[in-house]
Structures are given as structure tokens and as C-alpha cells.
């Protein structure tokens, strides 16, 4: 079963998304940038896990969410080997530290705060992603 996108499921979930982000910067003062989300956990701070917990067990409580109504998965056929899925990981990690956050942080809740420097980051994560794909599938 392939997944179906549509212009009506993709705003649902852009809505999703930014009332989730909304919320949490109400409940919080936080930002939703989920890589300082999930890096938050190895530090330890006291006080500072429990929500951090929450958010993340809200996104894979999400994916269930969307598996028990839907009733099943969607299929997905990797193309990469574990070790070639492992370095694009690390590299995504890298980049999240290099860039101070990820698309989620930056494009989600930086340009609805009108942040320059979110907007620059933005415009550079999608130029390179787009700038990626053209090489990896026309050009190698």
C-alpha cells in the first residue's frame, strides 16, 4: 500500500505540525527544533527531561496514531546500504550542530518568528538538498 499525498493531507499536516510547535513555545517558551529537542536528553539537566520526553514520545505516539488509522504502514524500500544510512545520519547530525538547528527549528518556528538567520538556513538546507538530489539522481 503506497502512501497517497494530497494538497488537503499535506495542509493537514502542516497544521498539525505548526499547532504542535505553537503549543509547545506557549506551554514551554521553547522552540520546536526536534535535533535541541532530542539533544536536550544527553544532558541531563534536572527539570529540563520530562517535556522533552513527552515531544518525543508524542512523535513516535503519532506515527501509531496514523498506523492503527490507517491500518497499516507505508512501504518503503531502502536503497542504501545500514552503512551508507548510518553516515547520512551522522552527517545529518553534523549539520544540525553546524547550522545551530534543524527544519524543523529553522523552517518551521525560525521563519514564523521572522528570524533572518532562520530564513538564511533555510534557504541553504533546501538549496542543498535540492542541489543533492539533482546530483545523486542525474548526474552519478
Known amino acids: 500500500m503506497s502512501p497517497s499525498f494530497s494538497p488537503a493531507s499535506g495542509f493537514l499536516g502542516g497544521v ?3 499547532l504542535a510547535a505553537v503549543l509547545l513555545l506557549l506551554a514551554n517558551g521553547r522552540i520546536a527544533g526536534v535535533s535541541g529537542i532530542v539533544g536536550g536528553l544527553l544532558s541531563r539537566k534536572p527539570g529540563d ?3 522533552r520526553v513527552a515531544f518525543v514520545l508524542g512523535l513516535w505516539l503519532g506515527a501509531l496514531v496514523y498506523w492503527a488509522a490507517r491500518g497499516a504502514l507505508f512501504e518503503l524500500e531502502l ?3 545500514p552503512g551508507i544510512m ?8 553534523y549539520g544540525t550542530r553546524l547550522g545551530s538547528g534543524c ?6 518556528c525560525g521563519i514564523a518568528r521572522f528570524s ?8 541553504v538546507f533546501m538549496a542543498s538538498g ?5 546530483v545523486v539522481r542525474h548526474v552519478i
Open 16 to 18: 498539525l505540525i505548526g
Open 79 to 81: 536503497q542504501a546500504t
Open 49 to 51: 527531561i520530562g517535556w
Open 86 to 93: 548510518i553516515v547520512a545520519g551522522l552527517l545529518v547530525g
Open 116 to 123: 533572518p538567520r532562520s530564513m538564511v538556513a533555510t534557504v
Open 103 to 108: 527544519t524543523s527549528g529553522h523552517g518551521v
Open 130 to 134: 535540492i542541489a543533492t538530489a539533482y
